[in-house]
């Protein structure tokens, strides 16, 4: 065979070479992380499937009270290491599992039906912290539907999509939940192991960030040795702590998790992972739970028109200090949200209209009042904008007319030119109740003030509360301290208000 037909027989097959490589590429090592999280997910699913059967046995055969115990804790483990994962693809199922063991009624079920707990923590309730074996047959009925909800899982696994952008941001959102439900003990209030807990969650993300850091070279390799030192140190002092009522929350949050999350978040800016730009309670671009920015005001608005604006909060601090909003004229909102008394009047129970008598309740703050979800003692509105118009419209607040309010600022060239800046978009007739209501939400709204010496102190400034945290050095202090978990450290530092005086 000459050369020349040799080469005539060898090109195609050069030729579909080529085609394959091009239809067929290889695996990139970008797209590695996606396919092992993947699998890792699965793989730890089925060992807690596994671990929550190995309970199932031990109750069901009587077994001593401290092997259910540790049967119960291994698959509270197993299931902090799919947390993340779960908490994020599979959030109802998430409920399922670990929600909380309170009785529930859909909001808008008409027949109010009550929708029993189930999951982790209703099984800790019969377990810990005395297993009252007289409820065998209950417990094993909760084991077992826990089981079930959890096989749930293997029929969706091939469905779910993973991406790098979504990767990141479950672990962000995992580094949140660590610092707000983890280490408080609120999803695990009675056997009092949340500490090791939460190392098994940070095990877990480091293991998935860890597959993406062969990717970080070059000028990236002193990040990438950052972040294996953060995770590092944070587990460790996770293991050293593992004393739920002698665990310092503070120090912990100041000191690791708020500086790993930042860390984690540089990671994905080097690796050029996009950040979710989708409308979020939490912003995309706070470093941690207690910075400034930390959660956007308009999550909570009831829609896009509705956002705040720099020229709606201007229109709605004037209409806030206006009596022209009241029955009489001689009351505005500041009458009794007043700004020199933390927007509150000071008073047990505020002066009713015209001075005749009292209402049934005081006069809250309106500081951070923006990131409630429901407002008034009985939660009966959603939003800002509804809650204006109830006070306005009250016989006993401000006995006022939200159209009669609207007749008489259409004739102000003032108010006309201001809605008019708040509301471009309405350029027939810019001034409507809905708009009132929106530009003092508006208003209420840009009142969220997170920067109180609680908020730097847990930003990691030590000087802002070196008088205050001082004494709680002590064991008998701190453990005062640590044991008022659930109200203190289950939110966010907006509730930590009376610190600011």
Not at 178 to 189: A, H, N, R
Not at 246 to 267: G, H, M, Q, S, Y
Not at 299 to 321: C, I, M, W
Not at 360 to 375: C, E, K, V, Y
């Amino acid at each position: 065979m000459t050369h020349k037909l040799f080469l005539l027989v060898l090109l195609p097959f050069v030729f579909l070479l080529i085609l394959a490589g091009l239809y067929f590429p290889r695996e990139t090592k970008k797209a590695i992380p996606v396919r092992q999280v993947k699998q890792y997910y699965r793989q730890h699913t089925v060992a807690l499937d596994s671990a929550v059967t190995q309970l199932r046995q031990a109750v069901a055969q009587n077994a001593q009270t401290t092997l259910i115990h540790q049967r119960f804790r291994e698959a509270r483990l197993a299931y902090k290491r799919v947390e993340y994962l779960l908490e994020y693809y599979n959030p109802y199922t998430a409920k399922h599992l670990n929600g909380p063991a309170l009785d529930e009624v859909e909001f808008d079920d008409p027949l109010q039906r009550t929708i029993p707990p189930e999951g982790f923590q209703v099984i800790e309730e019969y377990l810990f912290p005395v297993y009252d074996r007289q409820q065998k047959q209950a417990l094993l009925d909760e084991v077992s539907l826990l089981a079930s909800n959890i096989r749930r899982l293997y029929y969706i696994f091939d469905a779910t999509q993973f991406t790098d952008a979504h990767l990141f941001d479950a672990m962000r959102q995992e580094m949140f939940r660590i610092v707000t439900l983890g280490i408080t003990g609120f999803d695990s209030p009675v056997a009092t192991y949340s500490i090791p807990e939460t190392a098994a969650a940070l095990e877990s993300l480091q293991n998935t960030i860890s597959l993406y850091q062969p990717q970080l070279q070059g000028p990236h390799l002193p990040l990438s040795a950052a972040l294996n030192n953060d995770f590092a140190n944070s587990i460790r002092y996770l293991r050293q702590h593992s004393n739920f009522n002698a665990f310092d929350r503070a120090e912990f949050i100041t000191r690791f998790a708020n500086p790993l999350t930042a860390r984690v978040k540089e990671v994905q800016q080097a690796l050029q992972i996009p950040v979710g730009t989708e409308l979020r309670a939490v912003s995309p671009d706070a470093a941690n739970l207690f910075a400034e920015n930390a959660f956007n005001v308009n999550y909570f608005a009831p829609d896009y028109n509705s956002h705040t604006t720099p020229e709606r909060v201007k229109l709605g601090q004037v209409l806030f200090f206006d009596p022209v909003l009241s029955g009489n004229g001689n009351r505005s909102c500041a009458s009794c949200h007043q700004p020199e008394k933390a927007f509150t009047d000071g008073q047990s129970k505020s002066i009713a209209f015209d001075f005749k008598g009292q209402v049934s309740r005081n006069a809250p703050t309106i500081l951070n009042a923006g990131l409630q979800r429901s407002l008034f003692h009985d939660l009966r509105v959603a939003y800002l904008e509804d809650q204006a118009s109830d006070v306005i419209a009250s016989a006993s607040e401000m006995h006022g007319d939200l159209q009669r309010a609207v007749n008489d600022l259409r004739t102000s060239p003032e108010y006309v030119e201001l809605f008019r800046g708040a509301f471009p978009q309405a350029k027939n007739e810019p001034v409507t109740e809905r708009h009132l209501k929106v530009a003092i939400a508006a208003y209420i709204r840009s009142l969220t003030a997170l920067n109180s010496r609680f908020d730097q102190y847990m930003r990691g400034d030590a000087t802002k509360l070196t008088f205050i945290l001082y004494p709680f050095s002590t064991a008998p202090c701190r453990r005062i301290m640590t044991k008022r978990k659930a109200k203190f450290w289950a939110f966010p530092p907006q509730k930590i208000q009376p610190m600011r005086n």
